[in-house]
């Protein structure tokens, strides 16, 4: 006669697919906090993550909504957004005496180049580390948003027509991305 079950039922988050607990052990033996990148379909989360024995506490964080106040008019959940909103994110925690940390991807596919590597990027060169391997990281031109502006001008403005609507120019996202990295910069640094 059995004494115990034949089947253990799995955590929820394990069965709703929403964590991978074997991941999540490793990450958090590392004993750095994690840099937990989260992309939707409109935004970018960025996080860095102290895991407590009571919870996981947040030291910083950004949102790519808050862009909008630094002055950038395009997409929030793009590559150059991802990039400022890590950069945001990784000048925020070095304010805050944290300077390291260890990604934490989720369930995310990482590609080379993507905009999780993007975000890498962006924390990188506010001063954070991060471990991540220099061939993963978008080059410069696709951080730029150069890649959306050669899309805009082969597609002769198909689905940009919100831009076209409120009178951006796609070309000029460049030029916006390094005013608004610096206006983030300042931002940080006197505020």
């Known amino acids: 006669m059995a004494k115990t079950a034949s089947y253990k ?7 709703e697919g929403l964590t991978d607990y074997y991941l999540r052990t490793k990450l958090l033996k ?9 992309i939707s379909n409109k935004h970018v989360r960025v996080l860095i993550v102290s895991s407590k024995p009571i919870g996981d506490m947040t030291l910083a964080s950004a949102f790519s909504q808050e862009l909008r106040k630094f002055g950038w008019p395009f997409s929030f959940n793009n590559t150059p957004a991802t990039y400022l909103t890590a950069y945001l994110a990784g000048l925020r925690c070095l304010k805050n005496g944290v300077s390291e940390g260890i990604l934490d991807v989720g369930l995310h596919k990482p590609v080379r180049g993507g905009r999780i590597y993007a ?3 962006g924390l990188l060169d506010a001063g954070f580390k ?8 978008p080059d410069k031109s696709r951080i730029l948003g150069e890649h959306i502006v050669n899309y805009f001008k082969a597609s002769g403005g198909r689905g940009f027509s919100r831009y076209v ?13 390094e005013e608004v990295k610096n206006r983030i910069r300042e931002a940080v640094e006197h505020g």
Do not use: N, Q
């Open 9 to 15: 039922v799995k955590f929820r988050r394990r069965r």
């Open 30 to 38: 590392s004993g750095l906090p994690r840099v937990v990148v989260r």
């Open 119 to 121: 975000a890498c990027s």
């Open 130 to 137: 991060v471990r991540v391997s220099e061939e993963m990281l």
């Open 165 to 177: 609507k409120e009178g951006l120019k796609v070309e000029d996202m460049p030029r916006i991305f």
